[in-house]
């Protein structure tokens, strides 16, 4: 009678288990980072506030700069490698179109709110530790009297190095996507900031 009740009890034994373990190397973090971007084939704007400008050609490079944050939980563990997944959120913004002779405070302004997968890597170096993810969401970016509605993918590889058991530097993050809307744009981005996190 034993034997049949720990036999019947033996799979939610295993799934318990598995699930303590997984949650023992589960790790939630946060970061903030200095973010500067690049979003290339882009209309210059050629008046803002009651002022005209002449633009040099018919697109332009902008060059907005400003913060990143957001948030991570890695569930899994294969290895060294972490998976799991990630949110984040940037404001950027220029006082200058590059295209144009015309600047304004918080002329081109650029808000994102996106959402996807991130793995990071244990090395036998301690305090090297890279990182990639994937993001897909939602981007508003374009002069402030217009803005457009974007649909933003980006790819995301940086290294981040251990401080302390809760304290990493984002040393550096590179990143690079597109724009997809009405128009479409390459984006390319650099950051470095800070992560805290729950002890690994």
Known sequence: MKFMLFRKLLPVLAA???LSCTAAHAQFGVFATVTGERIGGVACAQSVGGSVGSCTSG??????YGATFGGYYDFHSFGPVRVGAEVRGGVLNTNKDPGANIASSDLIREYTAL????ASVGTPIKWIRPYAGFAVGYDKFGPVYGYNTYTKAEGLLGV???VTSFLDIRAI???AGALFGSTSHGTQSIGAG???HTTR
């Open 16 to 18: 318990v288990a598995a």
């Open 59 to 64: 697109t332009t490079t902008d060059k907005p």
């Open 115 to 118: 959402g996807g997968v991130r």
């Open 160 to 162: 981040d190095v251990p």
């Open 173 to 175: 993050e590179l990143g």
């Open 194 to 196: 800070l992560v805290f």
